[in-house]
């Protein structure tokens, strides 16, 4: 019998959880969560922004108490991961850590760091596949695609395993290690309290997620057709949850093709969504190979990209945009609909994104940098990889003379103005801040300028 700390992190959840059936299967159990501080050498995860900090906070509740119903328990700490670890297993007398392999660098890092040093601890750190369909070192010896659809062919060609059940027993340790109280690490916002439109739009945990994915199989057989219209809820609503592990892709891929399955001739509804899940992996892969995907271009001849000079109208555009005031009605409605419910649609996503690099000539990295903060689903891999896809300058991206036309979206996507009705409501609306005909004309000068060459 061996004691094991499982340190979860972003796998907040009890069901297909490798970390946490291998340890349970070995003997007891020590469930930790880590509010992780950089170490001496600076490296740790990019920190949360604000709603997923909200976000987080529910899910640990929620996790907390899933463990507590089964006679476990979660343990909070605070610190490096490097010092934290070997104190709680010190205490608790622990000889293994389990943990599921994250691809995000500076966690990445960390962990690289405490599989060479735990052994000098009397500690055996095993980690595990959790939060991918198929990690990046088995795609191609190793060398990422470059190009989404021959990636997708791939792994739409693969095999996947079934997601594993949940540890049918949580054994406790002869002595539980001390825990903070989440209370205290404050990571829901308190003056001003912003996060009631959050609260009143999503519920954080597993089951939750549970939850969440059974209304969507009631409509999944429309989500090919669908899944671009933001005025339906048509997509599956996952990523916050997906984005913190409380449902692992696997089990999303699983349940879909199950509940499809009686009806074969809706295979294109499992290959639609399970392409979405795959724009996930590739992202995740492009971060893996080029870990300063949120800060660096990734064609490098977009660092030559003429943006707008950073001055006092660069700004005023920008919190124009981020605020929901450019007077152009889908933008608007999109950033009203992240700012109450910490969530946007894709199509809407895009389209701003396009709006705020193109239109505009702001740098993607501001862009980037607000949905970090705003979204409830904001990931170290999806985020900037949606940002280069719009800007031009990622991975298999949009071409740069595609510059999304708001209004030609909105009536197409939004056919009957549902959704900006529903997020503008009776606001005053101020004139547009810019001229889209124009500014489109000046972004194309602007990518000539720059000279393609990447
Ligand atoms: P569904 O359509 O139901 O898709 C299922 C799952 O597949 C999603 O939950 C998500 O995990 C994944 N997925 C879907 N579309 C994409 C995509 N284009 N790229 C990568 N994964 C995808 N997604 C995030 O999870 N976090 C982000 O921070 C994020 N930032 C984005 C920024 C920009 C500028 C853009 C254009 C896209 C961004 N996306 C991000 C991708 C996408 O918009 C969201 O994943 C999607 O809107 C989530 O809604 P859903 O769960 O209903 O999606």
């Known amino acids: 019998m061996t004691t094991a700390l499982v340190w ?62 089964r006679g476990s328990r979660l343990i909070l700490a605070r610190g490096p991961a490097a010092e934290v670890i070997p104190r709680l297993a010190a205490a608790c007398g622990a000889q293994a850590v389990h943990w599921n392999r994250r691809l995000e660098p500076g966690g990445q890092a960390v962990d690289r760091h405490l599989k060479a040093s735990l052994p000098a601890h009397g500690l055996a750190a095993v980690s595990h596949r959790a939060n991918l369909l198929i990690e990046p070192w088995r795609v191609r010896d190793g060398q990422p695609y470059k190009v989404f659809t021959p990636f997708w062919r791939w792994l739409a060609s693969q095999e996947l395993a079934d997601p594993l059940p949940a540890p049918a027993r949580l054994e406790a340790p002869a002595e539980w290690p001390p825990s903070e109280a989440l209370d205290a690490w404050a990571l829901r916002p308190t003056a001003p309290d912003w996060a009631g439109g959050l609260r009143a739009t999503w519920t954080p945990g597993e089951a939750a997620a549970a939850d969440r994915l059974g209304t969507f199989l009631d409509t999944v057989a429309g989500y090919p057709e669908q899944r671009d219209r933001p005025d339906l809820a048509a997509t599956s609503r996952l990523s916050p949850h997906l984005r913190f592990g409380e449902i692992s892709p696997r089990q999303a891929d699983h349940a879909v093709r199950l509940a499809l399955g009686a009806q074969p001739e809706r295979a294109d509804a499992l290959a639609a969504f399970r392409r979405q899940l795959a724009w996930r992996e590739f992202s995740c892969h492009q971060l893996h190979a080029f870990p300063a995907l949120a800060s660096q271009p990734l064609k490098p001849a977009f660092a030559r990209f003429p943006w707008r000079p950073d001055d006092d109208h660069a700004r005023a555009l920008f919190s124009a945009w981020s605020r929901g005031r450019t007077g152009i009605d889908l933008i608007d409605a999109g950033m009203a609909e992240l700012w109450h419910s910490g969530w946007m649609h894709n199509r809407v996503r895009m389209v701003a994104a396009s709006l705020l690099t193109k239109n505009l000539r702001l740098p993607w990295q ?62 005053q609306r101020p004139p547009p801040i810019v001229n889209l005909k124009t500014s489109r004309a000046e972004a194309l000068a602007a990518y000539k300028d720059m000279g393609e060459g990447a």
């Open 366 to 427: 501001w862009g980037e940098a607000w949905f970090w903060d705003t979204l409830v689903d904001a990931d170290p891999a999806n985020n900037p990889a949606g940002w280069q896809w719009v800007a031009g300058c990622g991975a298999d991206a949009a071409p740069f003379f595609r510059v999304f036309n708001p209004e030609t979206q909105a009536s197409r996507f939004d056919p009957t103005a549902t959704y900006r009705r529903h997020w503008l409501g009776n606001r």
């Open 8 to 69: 979860l992190r972003d796998d907040l959840r009890l069901a297909d959880n490798p970390a946490l059936l291998a340890a349970a299967q070995a003997g007891p159990v020590v469930p930790v969560y880590i509010l992780e501080e950089p170490d001496g050498d600076g490296q740790g995860p990019r920190p949360l922004g604000g709603a997923a900090r909200w976000w987080l906070h529910g899910s640990l509740a929620a996790l907390g108490e899933a463990l507590a119903a």
